[in-house]
């Protein structure tokens, strides 16, 4: 996400971040042993201590890819962590009791 979010978003990701970190039993205040961890994770090189210092901080917000193993790793939705909402699911559609001849149920 660019660095240009505002600081009340960065600042409610900060907060949702770090009470999820607590939560999963991981220490928000141990920036290095968060990264080791974060690392073992991320398939896609690594992130410095600074990085993630910065994430918990909320002087700046991680990429998507990243965001996805913090959300793995603190057992929630993505999407939450980093909106602080969830995704309504789409109903799904029932076919079993369409009449497909009748063009007012569509």
């Known amino acids: 996400m660019p660095q240009h979010v505002d600081f009340k ?13 607590e939560k999963a039993g991981l220490n928000p205040r141990k920036a290095g042993e968060l990264c080791t961890l974060f690392n073992k994770r991320y398939g896609m090189g690594q992130v410095t201590s600074i990085s993630v210092y910065k994430w918990l901080m909320g002087e700046s ?18 999407h939450w962590l980093r909106y602080g909402e969830h995704i309504k699911p789409i ?16």
Do not use: G, W
């Open 61 to 78: 917000m991680p990429t998507e890819d990243k965001l996805v193993v913090l959300a793995e790793m603190c057992d929630v939705c993505p």
């Open 9 to 21: 978003k960065r600042e409610e990701f900060r907060i949702r971040l770090v009470r999820s970190l």
């Open 91 to 106: 109903p799904s559609m029932e076919t079993d009791n369409i009449d497909f001849n009748n063009t007012q149920q569509c």
